[in-house]
């Protein structure tokens, strides 16, 4: 987990750095997004390579594989900025498509370009850059452009109930709907009033999708209603001196068909409200508040927001058709659909859309002013947070996840160590596949077993297995004879005729593979003439040492063993057997966290041969050894919970 967040943020720094994400730098062909930052979009990003293994970030799309429907006026589709973007085009009830010519007016500004280019803008190493560039974009065309006039018949006889039908048929994941109701809030209207009025009731029939298993998310405008001037007599209309009409609006809650998941349980889980807030962080002062829909509300930047105009015809090569300070909360809820398409990305599809936004409004910065759910709803999006495990990660070993660490192990510490009885098999076996992880909210996070299973001690299996079955043989000398206890800087030893006593010395010895597993021991050796030779030994356990770091603490064990070896004087041939009861291991590999726990007991019997055995005549004076290719059987049982 911490080498994940390191990596994270290293990646992430260099994302930042990047001119897409800034707001402006020296070259005119670069006008950024200052808005990525704010959400943590670059943590987000970078949490998506680290998890996909592409550390230069040039192979991972955010959100590739999601779907995101933009209820709009259009788009835009040859607009360089957009090229190589996933967008297709349907026009909703034969609605006219935009052309050029219907916004030489207005500097070419495109409400549904404008909304698209948010999410959608490729990386080009030019202009801006999409919140979630990767995923697949459906523009439904609505009658909600200016190249449709107010009294146009096309605006009074769309059918919206159709529209959404058509719309959630597609198989959209997201659907982003940037528009609503002015001059009227949610507050206002009963539940009965809102279910009877006009298009809007059987629209919420639509947009609930009762009996689908996991509907689609629709993200909503609050409105831009604060302080916009109105009428006396107005709803939510009080005196303003400042305004041209001496009134102004106080918007406290959402419009109507944004605000209804406050007051209609069946739109409540998959509905989310946007309000927009500027530079300083601050709610913008045109934005509607949350209001009474604050548990289904969260706010996003719609202050200066870069978004794309109409491209023109031949623009130079440094004009990009950008627009530098596009504003409302237009502007914010595409910053929260990119972000819901980010996170089903990064989590693999395995969060339904329901957990999505769950996940969303429990993320979200509710620091400072945040707190005030009144006006920020839950919160400031923040995509770094919501990529981010909540509290520890646990590998669960039991059927539910979600639990705050019970019923599962830290990933943290979850660890398996190999001795060199094993090699490096286990891990080369285990390179690309992974484990799950989750946090308190249930979601997952994927990890490389391989990193969690390594060696313990040397790094090449080839050197680890001549360790084990020769370890008495020293490369460009002769062998060793006799036992051989490996000294440590603490080591003591006491011999009394046969006998011989040691302290914190490792028993390996010339005559046992077997005991080169154990660690620094307490030993007994006894040794006598007719060539019989007992050891005992109980070991000190190395990972309580304020010098080992490489593995988790573990409860204080000991490892015991004996070694019993016979062979006659002057005789080429002997026998042996070792015992190795391991408390806490298994050949010297260990284990913690999910890993479970390790033991075993080790029985080796083996034979001896003079190390020229079959090679001519023998030498002078024969070394015993144990030679590095003798036979040996063993058993091991090992209990893991």
Same mark, same amino acid.
Not at 243 to 268: C, D, H, I, M, N
């Given at each position: 987990?911490?080498?994940?967040?390191?990596?994270?943020?290293?990646?992430?720094?260099?994302?930042?750095?990047?001119?897409?994400?800034?707001?402006?730098?020296?070259?005119?062909?670069?006008?950024?997004?200052?808005?990525?930052?704010?959400?943590?979009?670059?943590?987000?990003?970078?949490?998506?390579?680290?998890? =996909?293994?592409?550390?230069?970030?040039?192979?991972?799309?955010?959100?590739?594989?999601?779907?995101?429907?933009?209820?709009? *006026?259009?788009?835009?589709?040859?607009?360089?900025?957009?090229?190589? +973007?996933?967008? /297709?085009?349907?026009?909703?009830?034969?609605?006219?498509?935009?052309?050029?010519?219907?916004?030489?007016?207005?500097?070419?500004?495109?409400?549904?370009? $404008?909304?698209? *280019?948010?999410?959608?803008?490729?990386?080009?190493?030019?202009?801006?850059?999409?919140?979630?560039?990767? $995923?697949?974009?459906?523009?439904?065309?609505?009658?909600?452009?200016?190249?449709?006039?107010?009294?146009?018949?096309?605006?009074?006889?769309?059918?919206?109930?159709?529209?959404?039908?058509?719309?959630?048929?597609?198989?959209?994941?997201?659907?982003?709907?940037?528009?609503?109701?002015?001059?009227?809030?949610?507050?206002?209207?009963?539940?009965?009033?809102?279910?009877?009025?006009?298009?809007?009731?059987?629209?919420?029939?639509?947009?609930?999708?009762?009996?689908?298993?996991?509907?689609?998310?629709?993200?909503?405008?609050?409105?831009?209603?604060?302080?916009?001037?109105?009428?006396?007599?107005?709803?939510?209309?009080?005196?303003?001196?400042? *305004?041209?009409?001496?009134?102004?609006?106080?918007?406290?809650?959402?419009?109507? =068909?944004?605000?209804?998941?406050?007051?209609?349980?069946?739109?409540?889980?998959?509905?989310?409200?946007?309000?927009?807030?500027?530079?300083?962080?601050?709610?913008?002062?045109?934005?509607?508040?949350?209001?009474?829909?604050?548990?289904?509300?969260?706010?996003?930047?719609?202050?200066?927001?870069?978004?794309?105009?109409?491209?023109?015809?031949?623009?130079?090569?440094?004009?990009?058709?950008?627009?530098?300070?596009?504003?409302?909360?237009?502007?914010?809820?595409?910053?929260?659909?990119?972000?819901? $398409?980010?996170?089903?990305?990064?989590?693999?599809?395995?969060?339904?859309?329901?957990?999505?936004?769950?996940?969303?409004?429990? /993320?979200?910065?509710?620091?400072?002013?945040?707190?005030?759910?009144?006006?920020?709803?839950?919160?400031?999006?923040?995509?770094?947070?919501?990529?981010?495990?909540?509290?520890?990660?646990?590998?669960?070993?039991?059927?539910?996840?979600? /639990?705050?660490?019970?019923?599962?192990?830290?990933?943290?510490?979850?660890?398996?160590?190999?001795?060199?009885?094993?090699?490096?098999?286990?891990?080369?076996?285990?390179?690309?596949?992974?484990?799950?992880?989750?946090?308190?909210?249930?979601?997952?996070?994927?990890?490389?077993?391989?990193?969690?299973?390594?060696?313990?001690?040397?790094?090449?299996?080839?050197?680890?297995?001549?360790?084990?079955?020769?370890?008495?043989?020293?490369?460009?000398?002769?062998?060793?004879?006799?036992?051989?206890?490996?000294?440590?800087?603490?080591?003591? +030893?006491?011999?009394?005729?046969?006998?011989?006593?040691?302290?914190?010395?490792?028993?390996?010895?010339?005559?046992?593979?077997?005991?080169?597993?154990?660690?620094?021991?307490?030993?007994?050796?006894?040794?006598?003439?007719?060539?019989?030779?007992?050891?005992?030994?109980? /070991?000190?356990?190395?990972?309580?040492?304020?010098?080992?770091?490489?593995?988790?603490?573990?409860?204080?064990?000991?490892?015991?063993?004996?070694?019993?070896?016979?062979?006659?004087?002057?005789?080429?041939?002997?026998?042996?057997?070792?015992?190795?009861? =391991?408390?806490?291991?298994?050949?010297?590999?260990?284990?913690?966290?999910?890993?479970?726990?390790?033991?075993?007991?080790?029985?080796?019997?083996?034979?001896?041969?003079?190390?020229?055995?079959?090679?001519?005549?023998?030498?002078?004076?024969?070394?015993?050894?144990?030679?590095?290719?003798?036979?040996?059987?063993?058993?091991?049982?090992?209990?893991?919970?």
């Amino acid at each position: 987990m911490n080498r994940f967040i390191e990596l994270r943020n290293g990646f992430a720094a260099d994302r930042l750095a990047e001119p897409e994400f800034q707001e402006n730098t020296s070259s005119t062909r670069y006008v950024g997004q200052w808005a990525l930052e704010t959400l943590n979009v670059h943590q987000a990003h970078a949490a998506l390579a680290v998890i =996909e293994g592409d550390m230069d970030g040039q192979n991972v799309k955010p959100g590739a594989g999601v779907t995101v429907g933009v209820m709009d *006026s259009g788009v835009d589709l040859t607009h360089r900025e957009l090229v190589g +973007a996933s967008i /297709t085009e349907t026009f909703l009830q034969n609605l006219p498509d935009e052309t050029r010519a219907d916004y030489q007016t207005n500097g070419g500004y495109s409400h549904g370009t $404008a909304v698209t *280019s948010i999410m959608a803008v490729q990386p080009n190493d030019a202009g801006f850059l999409g919140i979630a560039w990767g $995923a697949n974009f459906k523009m439904f065309t609505a009658p909600i452009g200016s190249h449709i006039p107010e009294n146009d018949i096309r605006r009074r006889t769309f059918d919206w109930d159709d529209a959404y039908r058509d719309v959630l048929a597609s198989g959209v994941d997201i659907v982003n709907a940037s528009y609503g109701f002015t001059g009227t809030f949610v507050e206002n209207y009963t539940v009965n009033q809102l279910r009877a009025a006009g298009r809007l009731g059987s629209s919420f029939e639509v947009i609930a999708q009762r009996g689908v298993a996991d509907p689609s998310i629709f993200v909503w405008i609050a409105g831009n209603d604060h302080g916009n001037p109105c009428d006396r007599g107005d709803e939510n209309c009080f005196a303003d001196s400042s *305004s041209t009409t001496g009134f102004s609006y106080r918007a406290t809650s959402p419009g109507p =068909e944004a605000g209804a998941v406050a007051k209609l349980p069946e739109l409540q889980g998959h509905n989310v409200v946007t309000v927009a807030v500027g530079r300083d962080g601050r709610i913008a002062d045109f934005s509607n508040r949350c209001g009474i829909a604050g548990p289904w509300c969260i706010a996003a930047p719609g202050v200066d927001v870069t978004a794309a105009l109409f491209d023109s015809v031949a623009p130079s090569p440094d004009a990009f058709r950008v627009l530098l300070n596009s504003q409302g909360t237009s502007a914010a809820a595409p910053m929260v659909s990119g972000g819901l $398409a980010l996170m089903k990305h990064f989590f693999r599809g395995q969060l339904s859309n329901r957990e999505l936004l769950t996940r969303l409004f429990a /993320t979200a910065n509710k620091n400072g002013i945040y707190g005030s759910s009144s006006i920020y709803g839950q919160g400031l999006m923040d995509l770094g947070a919501a990529v981010s495990p909540v509290d520890n990660a646990q590998v669960m070993t039991n059927s539910r996840v979600g /639990t705050n660490g019970q019923g599962g192990h830290s990933i943290q510490t979850t660890q398996l160590r190999l001795g060199r009885a094993f090699g490096n098999s286990l891990s080369h076996s285990l390179a690309g596949r992974e484990i799950a992880a989750f946090d308190a909210l249930g979601a997952p996070f994927w990890f490389g077993l391989s990193g969690l299973a390594g060696t313990a001690y040397q790094p090449s299996s080839l050197g680890r297995l001549h360790s084990l079955m020769a370890p008495g043989k020293q490369a460009g000398g002769p062998p060793a004879r006799g036992t051989r206890m490996t000294r440590t800087p603490y080591a003591l +030893a006491v011999h009394q005729g046969a006998w011989r006593v040691g302290l914190y010395e490792s028993p390996a010895t010339a005559e046992s593979s077997l005991l080169n597993l154990a660690g620094n021991a307490a030993t007994v050796t006894f040794k006598a003439q007719n060539g019989f030779e007992t050891t005992a030994f109980a /070991t000190f356990d190395p990972a309580t040492s304020l010098t080992r770091t490489d593995f988790p603490p573990r409860q204080r064990t000991s490892d015991v063993g004996a070694l019993l070896a016979w062979r006659p004087p002057d005789t080429p041939v002997g026998v042996r057997v070792g015992w190795l009861r =391991e408390g806490n291991s298994l050949l010297g590999s260990r284990a913690t966290g999910a890993f479970g726990r390790l033991s075993a007991t080790t029985c080796s019997p083996g034979s001896r041969r003079p190390p020229n055995w079959g090679a001519g005549a023998w030498p002078s004076t024969p070394r015993s050894v144990w030679w590095p290719r003798t036979w040996a059987a063993g058993s091991s049982t090992a209990c893991c919970g």
